[in-house]
Nanobody
């Protein structure tokens, strides 16, 4: 079993920045991939960004150039640096991990972009 705990969600003005973090309870080499998805009110959950255990990253087109995902393998933590935030980035952001052929999700953290 893997527990994911997110932090960093907040209210921010358009053009602002936030940094989300996710800590995984498991500390071994079986964490193949971690990342972030988001779900806006009334919409389906969508992919944001992922990073593999070897550091390969992937981003949704809507966040390329604005968001950066990074990982701290020693502490089983993944971060999402979000810059130039837009109102359409408002959503609950969920941490995701693929571990030993299973999918795990965090509880989510709210990001609201509004003036």
């Amino acid at each position: 079993q893997v527990h994911l705990v997110e932090s960093g969600g907040d209210l921010v003005q358009p053009g602002g920045s936030l940094r989300l973090s996710c800590a995984a309870s498991r500390s071994d080499s079986s964490i193949a991939l971690m990342g972030w998805f988001r779900q806006a009110l009334g919409k389906q959950r969508e992919f944001v960004a992922t990073i593999t255990s070897s550091g390969v990253t992937n981003y949704a087109d809507s966040v390329k150039g604005r968001f950066t995902i990074s990982s701290d393998n020693a502490n089983n933590t993944v971060h999402l640096q979000m810059n130039s935030l837009k109102p359409e980035d408002t959503a609950v952001y969920y941490c995701y991990a693929f571990v030993a052929e299973r999918n795990y999700w965090g509880q989510g953290t709210q990001v609201t972009v509004s003036s």
